[in-house]
């Protein structure tokens, strides 16, 4: 079995496409109350790969990792990004939310084969550029840490000399890092995330971000090419609006259709829904499909087109979800997603409840990570750990049978030990 530990999840998208992928939770870490309150609720109700998950509400700075029983096989975490956001302070490395150097602690105390690491695309800023080194370096050399009297361009200059010296000690880590578009894998969202991978030195191991599966040329294709797209929902074509037919005059030029799957759009995952209920009753399934009345379209903030994948969800600043968390309908109006349809977009299982507020609720879906597409990062994951085993337990036997008998050998030194 595949062993993990997440740090900071939120509602428990991240971990739950961890989950999927075959990995078993050793700790399930969360302070925000109301976050570790759903997490609970739903492993209470008994929801798909989230039975044995051991969850703590505390804080990471205060965790007792001696709880985390037996060798890790991933660590992972959604680093809280208000400090590099783009609708946050900007404070970064300044801003006491910076949970960077807790993350390298856990990596240095739980030596875990690989790591996961979501953020927003922010921390790829020029004017981050400097201090995103520094976060690589911290994950490389987890145990070479900040001393008491140092600040981080003095730690950032030790660890950028130890880089650069040639051959490592100690516990290392190769990363690598890419900013993914989640409507590029499947999901009908827009959204854009970085994602760092760190996996542990010693083990030799070759992993690569995963492809591109999906497009904005095909999903065009099949909607003003061929109309498929809209026989399949069983609506009459619309005319492109004037901003596509630069786009579509280009896609006449081909003899055939993109080679990637369409994006997919949020009538693609809410057209099953039922109508939302108008208020928020005990006999309503999952208490979250109801509507939210004031929703507006204004400057900057006009909605999410429905045969479009959607924006980003946004979580909002102090937990208030702006005007982009709405649906355009294609007769001009607008209203608020509901919790079950922005779940959906989250690629949460419709048996994932949230039963908090509206707010609250799109303050927990809008940070999550989508859970499909963690699944999909964990899985590749997974694959590159199982042939690491798989070679390791076949060079072990075969050094094995070749030791003298009586001989005995031991997978952490390397070594053998021969016969009294």
Not at 81 to 96: L, Y
Not at 389 to 409: E, N, Q, R, V, Y
């Amino acid at each position: 079995m595949r062993r993990s530990v997440e740090l900071f999840s939120g509602a428990g998208g991240l971990a739950l496409g961890i989950a999927r992928a075959g990995f078993e939770h050793l700790a399930v870490v969360e302070l925000d109350k109301s976050a570790y309150n759903t997490m609970k609720e739903n492993k209470s109700r008994g929801v798909s790969f989230m039975s044995n998950w051991p969850i703590y509400h505390d804080d990471v700075r205060e965790f007792d990792y001696g709880l985390v029983k037996g060798e890790v096989d991933l660590l992972a975490g959604g680093v809280p990004c208000q400090p590099f956001s783009i609708g946050g302070k900007h404070k970064g490395h300044e801003d006491a939310r910076n949970m960077f150097p807790e993350m390298a602690r856990a990596i240095r105390i739980l030596k875990p084969r690989a790591v996961i690491v979501e953020n927003v695309r922010g921390l790829v800023r020029p004017s981050f550029s400097k201090y995103f080194g520094y976060i690589e370096l911290m994950l490389s050399y987890p145990e070479l840490t900040r001393k008491r009297s140092e600040d981080w361009p003095a730690h950032l200059a030790r660890l950028e000399r130890y880089h650069t010296k040639g051959r490592k000690d100690g516990l290392c880590y190769n990363v690598v890092h890419q900013p993914l578009n989640a409507a590029d894998y499947g999901l009908p969202q827009k959204r854009e995330r970085l994602f760092m991978i760190a996996i542990r030195a010693d083990l030799g191991a070759e992993w690569s971000f995963p492809s591109q599966t999906h497009c904005a040329e095909t999903l065009l294709w099949e909607q003003f090419r061929t109309g498929e797209y809209w026989n399949r929902h069983g609506v009459r074509q619309p005319k492109p609006s004037p901003a596509l037919l630069p786009k579509l005059q280009e896609l006449r030029q081909y003899l055939m259709p993109p080679a990637l799957k369409p994006w997919r759009t949020v009538r693609d995952v809410i057209s099953d829904l039922p109508k939302p209920s108008r208020t928020r009753t005990e006999e309503e399934p999952g208490l979250t499909h109801f509507m939210i009345s004031g929703a507006r379209s204004y400057t900057g903030h006009t909605g999410s087109a429905l045969d479009q994948p959607a924006k980003t969800l946004k979580a909002g600043v102090h937990g208030v979800p702006g005007g982009e968390n709405m649906l355009a309908l294609p007769n001009g109006e607008v209203r608020y997603f509901t919790v079950r349809e922005s779940a959906r977009l989250q690629s949460f299982p419709d048996e994932f409840v949230f039963c908090d507020s509206w707010t609250e609720s799109m303050r927990q879906i809008g940070n999550a990570v989508p859970v499909d597409l963690a699944e999909l990062l964990a899985g590749r994951l997974a694959s590159m750990l199982d042939r690491v085993k798989a070679w390791d337990s076949s060079a072990i036997s075969k050094l094995t049978s070749s030791l003298p008998s009586g001989s005995s050998f031991s997978p952490r030194s390397t070594a053998f030990i021969p016969r009294a």
